[in-house]
């Protein structure tokens, strides 16, 4: 009788389901990939940030333009800068990415910023985060967060 094994095996899946799919960090969308989305946890509310890597896999210059996240109350585009010693943000329109351009969201670089969060991110938790691209659309990623070093 194998109907057994079967049952058992479902019932385990059902007891522990996986916090997030490894794949739900990955999105592919016409010629946009999404990878690796992360956010660090926080010990506030006030605001986040999320990192990921943006790849355009296709043969015409796409444009990200826009991000948006439930979590947040606003959700910016955002690129961290150092002049004269002191660390800047910018608020960014666009990032155009040429074909076969990889563009790093990264801490001290690019960023997805999310402010008035709606609680505090502890480490595992997931929320999506979708991004608008000229091209491609709308592309929902799932943000997976780390503690405070970053994805292990
Ligand atoms: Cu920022």
Redesign the pocket.
Known sequence: MKILPKLLATLALLAFPPEADAHDSERHAGAIMIEKAWARKTSRTV?A?AYMSVKNTGHETDELLDAESPIARTT?I?R?YEEDGIMK?DHMEAIALSPGETVDFAPGGF?I?LMGLEKPLEKGDVFPVTLTFQHAGKVQVIVEVSGMMGPQ
Request: glycine share 0%; hydrophobic share 50%; no cysteine.
């Open positions: 605001s940030a910016m955002h961290s943000m960023h910023m």
